[in-house]
């Protein structure tokens, strides 16, 4: 392909091939380690738990789900055994959401396959690129 006809690509058509590097090499990663049952876009509910920074209501609304949806994700979650349910100690009539071990092992096992294209991405390009591109699709996103 031409340096012209790379210029032509759209940046939505980028970033969903981009998007697709990282999820393959995930996909592929948790499928060798024996987490070949995280159903679709459960690595990003057992990735967004173990970072720990957001409530599961604000995960399962950036996954841009229904939240009958994003129930049944988390249901399925916890019956493979990645998520375990527990009462809120502070509120008896809440319910708290945290990883099994599977769950925690599933996770490393998705960043190291993130670091992994990171990695190789890093010996491609300038970092200075990366830290451009970062910051232009945190603007794109409004952050």
């Known amino acids: 392909m031409s340096?012209?006809?790379?210029?032509?690509?759209?940046?939505?058509?980028?970033?969903?091939a981009a998007r697709a590097v990282y999820g393959s090499a995930i996909r592929e990663s948790l499928e060798l380690a024996g987490y070949e049952?995280?159903?679709?876009?459960?690595i990003f509910v057992i990735g967004a738990i173990a970072r720990g920074g957001a409530p599961l209501a604000n995960i399962i609304r950036d996954l841009?789900?229904?939240?009958?949806?994003?129930?049944?994700?988390?249901?399925?979650l916890v019956t493979r055994g990645?998520?375990?349910?527990?009462?809120?100690?502070?509120?008896?009539?809440?319910?708290?959401v945290s990883l099994t071990?599977?769950?925690?092992?599933?996770?490393?096992?998705s960043r190291k396959a993130v670091d992994g294209i990171d990695t190789d991405l890093a010996a491609r390009v300038k970092p200075v690129w990366i830290e451009h591109t970062r910051a232009t699709l945190l603007a794109l996103i409004g952050e």
């Open 101 to 109: 071990e599977r769950g925690r092992a599933a996770a490393q096992v």
């Open 37 to 42: 049952d995280v159903p679709k876009n459960g």
């Open 82 to 96: 990645y998520l375990a349910r527990e009462v809120d100690m502070h509120d008896r009539r809440r319910l708290t």
């Open 64 to 76: 841009g789900v229904s939240k009958q949806a994003g129930g049944q994700l988390v249901d399925t």
């Open 3 to 16: 340096h012209q006809d790379k210029n032509e690509i759209t940046l939505p058509a980028l970033l969903r």
